[in-house]
């Protein structure tokens, strides 16, 4: 098993720029979570979600959108891209609302 | 909603010391609690967890201890070496709330030989 991956692992981007990040794990899990991670910080959850069709808004959520149309992928979407949105991004699955596994992050930086 | 806080931000000690990290957090609902260890660039790794009905866990030289009453969780590692520099999360999660975890701010620890 792959696990979780991410793509990409890099991206700059101008400002009002609009990107999808992409997550897919091959776990076969359920839930699945978008975090971001600032400079020197902890985690800080963007989106997730229970299962395939449901998602959910967590404590950053202003500046994005996801889908989930399978149970393997969570894409994440940046439609105006701003320097506040400089940050690493990591997905994370997990089988019970418990244990969860984290991609390898994706750094994005906004110019 | 749920905040956690932890420290110390950073903490330094000799090899072969122990370390001991706090968190406490806010929602007396919450029964799932976490800590992940973060080396320099790469993904969070789960390197132990606790819920709510137990007091304490141990893994090796890791171990986690719980006290609901006061909302604080402690993680120790014992006979620190340089392999577990790194900053350590503790996070917390509620029951049906879709496994959200709310981290801390992070703990950097640096293991001196």
């Known amino acids: 098993n792959a696990g979780v991956t991410q793509t990409p692992k890099f991206r700059i981007l101008k400002i009002g720029q609009s990107m999808t990040l992409q997550c897919t794990q091959d776990?076969?899990?359920?839930?699945m979570y978008w975090y971001r991670q600032d400079p020197g910080m902890g985690l800080k959850l963007i989106y997730y979600?229970?299962?395939?069709?449901?998602?959910d808004k967590g404590e950053v959520p202003n500046g994005y959108n996801v889908s989930r149309s399978t149970t393997e992928d969570f894409p994440l979407r940046l439609e105006l891209a701003a320097p506040s949105q400089t940050s690493v991004y990591f997905c994370?699955?997990?089988?019970?609302?418990?244990?969860?596994?984290f991609g390898p992050g994706t750094r994005l930086l906004v110019l | 909603g749920e905040n956690v806080e932890q420290h110390p931000s950073t903490l330094s000690v000799q090899e072969g010391d122990s370390a001991v990290i706090k968190c406490t957090y806010s929602?007396?609902?919450?029964?799932?609690f976490p800590w992940y260890k973060q080396e320099l660039g790469k993904r969070p790794q789960l390197i132990i967890d606790?819920?709510?009905?137990?007091g304490e866990k141990k893994d090796q030289r890791i171990a986690v201890t719980l006290n609901k009453t006061a909302k604080h969780f402690s993680l120790h590692i014992t006979e620190t070496q340089p392999e577990d520099s790194a900053v350590y999360f503790c996070?917390?999660?509620?029951?049906?709330?879709?496994?959200?975890?709310?981290f801390g701010q992070g703990t950097e620890l640096s293991v001196k030989p």
């Open positions: 994370a699955s997990s089988y019970s609302p418990e244990t969860q596994y």
């Open positions: 776990m076969n899990h359920n839930y």
């Open positions: 979600s229970v299962g395939a069709g449901i998602t």
């Open positions: 929602d007396s609902a919450s029964n799932y």
């Open positions: 606790i819920r709510s009905n137990v």
């Open positions: 996070a917390a999660s509620g029951a049906n709330q879709g496994g959200k975890l709310i």
